[in-house]
């Protein structure tokens, strides 16, 4: 393991992620690592927010809480309760780039999340299933019994799947008066941290994740920042930009990362940057770039 540096008191990103991928390719046990994890972790370390979701009314309102102010803590990870279709899930979305350390990040947050919502709530709640993106580091059954659920590996997301009738279940220490008094606390703080190149790089790192599902709609974009779609209209007015500027920018810098990159397929690259159709790619990556997205490539392998 190389010698780590730190800015401030604190570990680079960089730094922090080659730390735990070390620590995961070291450790005997490494499908164990993360259900000790969420044994240790105490969510009053979480400070305010950690007492705003506990004292959150229903579990519902713990995860909105958790997907507003979350980062708060990080700007690595963020989390989006999805009640589109039933079960709801709720979903962890990466903000930085990839790393083989992520694997294990991912299961960590999402055991620590289940154990602490079934705190929350008791014997009474139960999940679906538990969703990772990655595939399966050991036997699926030490998850399955971890959960008490189904666990898929090789998925569509990271997520916990929940019926909306848990949801509604209310939590042990719920006081709406005390969660409304941090929740205050905590948009304060969020007010404080969303200067506009702030709000711009979070608003483009939410974008990258999210653009292989298709445009996102602002409203949905707005609230995983923690604010309402005319707040993120009016931020981003106030900086000299609109939304529909920052998708496009967001989808040209992606698809120019991933055009360097051979083993994206410029179909896959169109999907990947939120377009249906091939055709409307190129149109649009010509009308950003002025060449075609081959044309593009080939130019950028004979600079390579």
């Not at 409307?280 to 990556?285: G, I, L, V």
Request: with cysteine.
């Amino acid at each position: 393991m190389r010698q780590l540096e730190c800015v401030d008191g604190r570990l680079t990103d960089t730094d922090y992620f080659d730390l735990t991928a070390w620590i995961g390719d070291t450790h005997p046990d490494r499908v164990g690592l993360p259900f000790a994890y969420a044994q240790a972790v105490d969510v009053d370390n979480l400070g305010a927010l950690g007492l705003a979701m506990k004292t959150a009314p229903r579990l519902r309102d713990t995860l909105e809480r958790a997907e507003r102010y979350f980062r708060l803590l990080t700007d690595t990870v963020s989390y989006q309760l999805d009640e589109g279709a039933e079960p709801a899930l709720f979903i962890l979305r990466r903000q930085t780039r990839e790393h083989p350390a992520l694997h294990l990040r991912n299961e960590c947050a999402l055991c620590g999340f289940g154990r602490i919502f079934k705190q929350f709530i008791g014997p009474d709640l139960s999940y679906d299933f538990v969703s990772f993106r990655h595939p399966t580091p050991g036997p699926i059954a030490r998850y399955e019994g971890f959960f008490d659920a189904p666990v898929r590996f090789s998925a569509e997301r990271n997520a916990i799947a929940i019926r909306s009738d848990m949801l509604d279940l209310p939590t042990r220490l719920g006081d709406a008066a005390v969660s409304r008094f941090l929740t205050e606390h905590l948009d304060a703080e969020l007010g404080a941290m969303t200067s506009p190149d702030s709000l711009q790089r979070a608003l483009a790192e939410h974008l990258s994740e999210a653009l292989s599902n298709g445009i996102p709609k602002a409203s949905n974009v707005a609230r995983a920042l923690g604010m309402s779609e005319r707040t993120l209209y009016r931020r981003l007015a106030e900086s000299g930009q609109t939304y529909q500027e920052v998708l496009e920018d967001t989808q040209r810098s992606l698809a120019e990362r991933l055009l360097s990159q051979p083993a994206f397929s410029i179909p896959d690259i169109a999907f990947l940057t939120g377009f249906s159709e091939q055709s409307s790619f190129n149109r649009a990556f010509k009308r950003w770039v002025g060449q075609t997205p081959g044309a593009y490539r080939r130019a950028a392998s004979q600079v390579a």
